[in-house]
């Protein structure tokens, strides 16, 4: 049963009590796990409808826990790392983590991405397969997109690009799982494809290519579709 | 291989016996064609018929039998056509004359023969020594790694001279032979002994050396008059089945040597220039950081503890002005502590730690200014994108440091209203991302080969002028260069760029 409660992972004192004050203050219910043991206890309880996790845990690997989570549960991940870790945020997101904050982070900055996790489930609950933001439409079923109102034209390989980002607004795409996606499994080391082709949608689709508001860069890790 | 090695080798001589037989045949040749041409020719055309084959016997055989064929032809020109005829009694002083002029021509046509065989020998095997030395400087400046010039230097002595080479030095402290290189794949085995024998004498060992002969190896140290323990010795196997002379092994050894410790010296000059850089940079933030990193730190303790301490007597503005400041304070001593991180890191690490991929310019750019837009005073920033469709081939995590120093060394040094500009393009064979900025610019003898090795520059008051000294540190990673123009235009603009040499994607 899905409860309604944020499954925080953490086992730093600090950092999981300044954690659960501000879910606190922000009107959610943390519920904290320090080990990789009480986080399935919590797990076999209630479903949480969200998890943070720190990924180096004193009696496991959070990366592990990811794989196993995504066996059972859809629930959104939200990793917490160091700034330094990048091959461990792309291996968390690969394993299916959602999205993920580097340390040290802001508490808006954390509230922001947990609302963005929530609403995209919620969307993904209704079935809802247009996605709108600002002044861009996708729709995932139809295969159109809109930017103001009219319908843009785009290669085959910008228009599998976006469809696919659009599956899941909000969540992060590592750059190897677009490549394996998009051109297939061989091309995964080929990012040249991945950033001449972004570059060209962007240039389609954003107003200014330098400064997008829909297709966002995560520096050294991959893209995502922006969502209010 | 335009080397002739064959000429080095031992020329197959013919047999003696058949030199013989051929000489006999051509005497009993020559003796029935002066029948025959005789009573046409007299004498003399007879005489002159025989002196063709002394000459022939000079030119081609050695001096024995060409002495033995002017006394054979004498013999028998006397025998068969001087009175008294079909007697060996010599009758007239001409006679005793032409025998010595005979003998005269075959000793000094087979003297000059063999006085210009040995020459032309010699400028064979000169020339091949030539080669042979000229393949290797060849290889040596072709390939970086000393490691594989060694390797390719073995298989090309293999091939030019027949036999397995090696090249090994001793182990500093277990006094065992490490093969540097080998011809072989099992590699060459000799007794660890020949070798430190061999370099710690600088003797050459084995056949002809005047040391070890019976050696089947030709053991010869790279340094011939130190006795460097840290200089490998060449090693040649079949030392006695192989006609090769000592001279040009010991000229192959002298230029592979000369190679070796260049290549070797100049690992450590480039060894020691990155240690005295890594030092200098950690001189450098040391000294800022000692001063810097107080400040904040000052700051935030006090604010919090006047928060912790005097919480009934600050009023709820005063109490959120000092969190406000402790936060911004914690920011930027975050920051820092970054910069200094990255740095350290940068210090540390060999370029095989570097993560080379494509990047595209405008969105690393675009990433960068993206932090800018939470700033409550976002800084006026202008993207003019010269080279739109070109990609870098580096690191995107330290492109992006480099890029944000630079940035917020701009937005520090700032002063003018129009926006501070970023700007990519491309010049020959170089890409180029730059910040150009209406600030305080750098002093004319600002040295920027030296900005991050000997002192740290701000344009600014604030922070620990580490900016350059990371930027700097990112384009050694990327073979690239700082490029720092100052006093540009009528508007005394100053441009600080990254020039990253252009790659093309394929």
């Keep these: 049963m899905i409860s309604d409660y944020i499954l925080v992972v953490e086992d730093d004192e600090q950092i999981a009590h300044f954690l659960i004050a501000s879910l606190s203050a922000a009107k959610h219910q943390p519920r904290l796990a320090k080990t990789l043991e009480e986080t399935n206890k919590c797990l076999a309880e209630n479903t949480p409808k969200l998890m943070i996790l720190d990924l180096g845990l004193p009696d496991g690997d959070g990366k592990d826990l990811i794989r ?6 859809d629930f959104p991940i939200i990793v917490l790392s160091a700034r330094q870790e990048e091959q461990e945020k792309i291996v968390a997101l690969n394993e299916g983590a959602d999205d993920y904050l580097s340390k040290p982070f802001n508490v808006e900055e954390l509230l922001a991405r947990i609302n963005v996790c929530l609403r995209r489930t919620q969307k993904m609950s209704m079935r809802d397969q247009c996605y709108q933001y600002k ?7 139809a295969g159109l997109v809109k930017l103001e109102g009219n319908e843009i034209h785009l290669s085959p390989i910008e228009h599998k690009l976006l469809m696919f980002l659009a599956t899941r607004p909000g969540k992060i795409f590592t750059q190897r799982q677009l490549l394996s996606e998009i051109w297939g499994s061989e091309y995964v080391d080929d990012t040249h494809y991945l950033r001449i082709h972004m570059g060209r949608l962007r240039a389609k689709i954003e107003k200014v290519s330098s400064d997008p508001e829909y297709l966002l860069t995560e520096l050294g890790i991959g893209y995502r579709l922006a969502i209010s | 291989m335009y080397i002739n090695h064959m000429t080095h080798r031992k020329s197959s001589k013919s047999p003696i016996l058949l030199e013989a037989m051929s000489i006999f045949l051509g005497m009993i040749a020559i003796t029935a064609l002066s029948h025959v041409v005789d009573e046409y020719l007299g004498l003399a055309g007879v005489s002159f018929l025989y002196l063709i084959l002394v000459i022939w016997v000079s030119y081609k055989s050695q001096l024995v039998a060409s002495i033995f064929v002017a006394i054979g032809s004498f013999l028998l020109i006397n025998f068969f056509y001087v009175e008294p005829r079909y007697t060996f009694v010599i009758g007239s002083i001409e006679s005793w004359s032409a025998l010595l002029g005979f003998l005269l021509v075959s000793i000094a046509i087979t003297s000059l023969v063999h006085q210009l065989r040995r020459q032309k020998d010699i400028a064979e095997k000169e020339t091949f020594k030539a080669n042979l030395l000229r393949s290797i400087i060849e290889i040596f400046s072709v390939e970086a790694d000393s490691v594989v010039s060694l390797k390719k230097s073995c298989l090309l002595l293999k091939s030019e001279l027949g036999c397995d080479v090696a090249i090994l030095k001793l182990d500093s402290t277990t006094k065992e032979s490490i093969e540097l290189a080998s011809s072989k794949s099992g590699g060459v085995k000799l007794d660890s002994w020949y070798i430190s024998h061999a370099i710690e004498y600088g003797a050459m060992l084995g056949p002809h050396t005047g040391t070890l ?18 200089l490998p010795a060449l090693v040649i196997e079949r030392a006695h089945e192989e006609n090769i002379e000592v001279s040009l092994i010991r ?3 002298d230029q592979l040597s000369v190679h070796y410790q260049k290549r070797m010296a100049e690992i450590k000059a480039k060894d020691a220039g990155e240690l005295a850089h890594r030092e200098s940079i950690q001189n450098t933030f ?6 810097d990193m107080r400040t904040p730190l000052t700051t935030i303790i006090g604010a919090s503890s006047s928060l912790l301490k005097q919480s009934d007597q600050l009023g709820a503005a005063e109490s959120k002005k000092l969190l406000e400041l402790i936060h911004s304070e914690s920011v930027y001593l975050n920051d820092s502590t970054e910069n200094i991180l990255s740095l350290v890191k940068l210090g540390m690490s060999d370029s095989n730690q570097i993560r080379m991929d494509w990047q595209s310019p405008e969105e690393i750019i675009g990433a960068v200014i993206s932090r800018y837009n939470n700033r409550e005073v976002k800084p006026s920033l202008a993207l003019v994108m010269e080279a739109k469709d070109e990609l870098i081939h580096g690191d995107q995590a330290l492109i992006v440091l480099a890029l944000t120093n630079l940035i917020e060394n701009a937005v520090k040094a700032h002063l003018g209203s129009k926006p501070i500009q970023i700007l990519v393009d491309r010049v020959d064979d170089e890409i180029r991302i730059g910040v150009m900025d209406e600030g305080a610019g750098f002093p004319k003898d600002f040295d920027k080969g030296l900005a991050g090795q000997q002192q740290s520059y701000q344009r600014n008051k604030k922070g620990f002028g580490l900016g350059l000294s990371i930027v700097r540190a990112v384009m050694d990673k990327h073979k690239g260069r700082l490029i720092v123009e100052s006093s540009l235009g009528s508007d005394k603009k100053t441009y600080v760029g990254m020039a990253f040499p252009y790659k093309a994607s394929s």
Excluded: N, T
């Design chain 1, 68 to 73: 196993q989570v995504r066996k059972q549960y």
């Design chain 2, 213 to 230: 002969e019976s050696l089947d190896y030709w053991c010869i140290p790279f340094g011939r008059y130190y006795k460097s323990h840290e």
């Design chain 2, 251 to 253: 000229a192959i050894v």
């Design chain 1, 135 to 141: 002044d861009l439409l996708i729709d995932v079923s």
């Design chain 2, 286 to 291: 040391l000294s800022s950081i000692s001063h």
